[in-house]
């Protein structure tokens, strides 16, 4: 029997009321058959393109994001996140502090990501998520060096780690999880929910660029080596190990213009907090995703599968075509001020003025 054509080049939605008008002795056989290939014609128009990355890097601007690192006063990393998110950039999903050998009171790191939220709510800015204290120890490499043998901390960051990522990872958009800090508790969440691994990607910034790859170390990358083991084997990694002059992005000559409101007031007091430390610029790890050209130059690697009990440094990377994971070796250092300057200057006059 010759079927009618009649539907071809048809919205998914008219397919389905073109095939009711067809003749009953067709319908059941056209039924089935456009079921299947609208489905995947529908499914396909959705996903084709949409899931192609923005830069060099697997994930952009469209995922969402959840930040993991201590203190808030020695770098800009909060306060990109929340402009960047408010400025049709990545949307804020969560907040996880920590501690650290530099910043171990939880209390004061707490605190500060609270000022930093409350100055944010006061100027208008919305969609931004109230932090969460995490406690957990460095996690500890198991006598026979298996990763499945390790103890779970079971973290209130874990925790929202896999949380977040069940709400809002797609197949073809996962969560990313952006670390200033120690890659604790992101390990942390595989340990305690292994299928947390199809749902985020995990950008860091810590560590450098070698000559045959990039060494897990100083900064950030020294904190919790087995952590590292666990998320370069087990995770979607990205090591940021590009820094720039964070100094240039609030100059003092420049403090006068900053917004009158409580966000602006919030970065005049704390500009000379920063550290004048080009690698305490964790910010680098929210760039990387939110703005495609600050990448300038990326490496695929591999990780060596584990460390000694001992280590003071995560694994080391290796350059390789085949890497599963990612290196950003160089980026774009003029790109941030610009950028966090024209995002406040995006925002509503309500988060502009008192």
């Given at each position: 029997?010759?079927?009618?054509?009649?539907?071809?080049?048809?919205?998914?939605?008219?397919?389905?009321?073109?095939?009711?008008?067809?003749?009953?002795?067709?319908?059941?056989?056209?039924?089935?058959?456009?079921?299947?290939?609208?489905?995947?014609?529908?499914?396909?128009?959705?996903?084709?393109?949409?899931?192609?990355?923005?830069?060099?890097?697997?994930?952009?601007?469209?995922?969402?994001?959840?930040?993991?690192?201590?203190?808030?006063?020695?770098?800009?990393?909060?306060?990109?996140?929340?402009?960047?998110?408010?400025?049709?950039?990545?949307?804020?999903?969560?907040?996880?502090?920590?501690?650290?050998?530099?910043?171990?009171?939880?209390?004061?790191?707490?605190?500060?990501?609270?000022?930093?939220?409350?100055?944010?709510?006061?100027?208008?800015?919305?969609?931004?998520?109230?932090?969460?204290?995490?406690?957990?120890?460095?996690?500890?490499?198991?006598?026979?060096?298996?990763?499945?043998?390790?103890?779970?901390?079971?973290?209130?960051?874990?925790?929202?780690?896999?949380?977040?990522?069940?709400?809002?990872?797609?197949?073809?958009?996962?969560?990313?999880?952006?670390?200033?800090?120690?890659?604790?508790?992101?390990?942390?969440?595989?340990?305690?929910?292994?299928?947390?691994?199809?749902?985020i990607v995990v950008v860091s910034s810590l560590g450098s660029a070698t000559d045959t790859g990039g060494a897990m170390a100083a900064p950030n990358g020294e904190m919790d080596p087995w952590a590292g083991v666990i998320v370069t084997a087990r995770l979607r990694f990205v090591q940021v190990s590009a820094f720039y002059d964070q100094l240039a992005d609030v100059p003092s000559s420049r403090l006068?213009?900053?917004?009158?409101?409580?966000?602006?007031?919030?970065?005049?007091?704390?500009?000379?907090?920063?550290?004048?430390?080009?690698?305490?610029?964790?910010?680098?790890?929210?760039?990387?995703?939110?703005?495609?050209?600050?990448?300038?130059?990326?490496?695929?690697?591999?990780?060596?599968?584990?460390?000694?009990?001992?280590?003071?440094?995560?694994?080391?990377?290796?350059?390789?075509?085949?890497?599963?994971?990612?290196?950003?070796?160089?980026?774009?250092?003029?790109?941030?001020?610009?950028?966090?300057?024209?995002?406040?200057?995006?925002?509503?006059?309500?988060?502009?003025?008192?």
């Open positions: 029997m010759m079927l009618s054509t009649d539907c071809a080049g048809r919205s998914c939605n008219e397919n389905a009321r073109c095939a009711a008008m067809i003749a009953p002795s067709a319908r059941q056989f056209l039924g089935a058959l456009a079921l299947a290939l609208g489905v995947l014609g529908c499914s396909e128009a959705r996903n084709l393109g949409s899931s192609s990355p923005h830069g060099r890097l697997p994930v952009d601007e469209r995922n969402p994001i959840l930040l993991s690192n201590d203190g808030v006063y020695d770098n800009w990393q909060g306060e990109y996140a929340m402009l960047l998110a408010s400025t049709g950039g990545p949307q804020l999903a969560g907040i996880a502090v920590g501690t650290s050998v530099n910043l171990p009171d939880i209390e004061q790191n707490i605190a500060g990501w609270r000022g930093l939220v409350e100055a944010a709510h006061a100027s208008g800015l919305t969609d931004i998520p109230d932090p969460t204290a995490s406690i957990g120890a460095k996690l500890v490499r198991p006598a026979n060096g298996q990763i499945e043998a390790t103890t779970p901390n079971r973290s209130e960051g874990a925790r929202l780690i896999v949380q977040r990522s069940k709400e809002l990872s797609l197949p073809y958009r996962p969560l990313v999880v952006v670390t200033g800090g120690r890659l604790t508790d992101v390990a942390d969440a595989y340990l305690i929910d292994p299928t947390v691994a199809r749902r006068s213009d900053l917004p009158t409101s409580a966000l602006g007031e919030w970065i005049r007091a704390k500009q000379a907090k920063v550290w004048d430390l080009p690698q305490a610029a964790d910010q680098v790890a929210v760039l990387a995703v939110a703005e495609p050209a600050f990448a300038a130059e990326v490496d695929r690697v591999f990780a060596a599968p584990s460390v000694a009990a001992d280590a003071t440094a995560g694994p080391e990377l290796f350059s390789s075509p085949d890497g599963t994971a990612w290196l950003v070796r160089r980026c774009d250092g003029a790109l941030p001020a610009e950028r966090f300057w024209q995002a406040l200057g995006q925002l509503p006059t309500a988060a502009r003025t008192p």
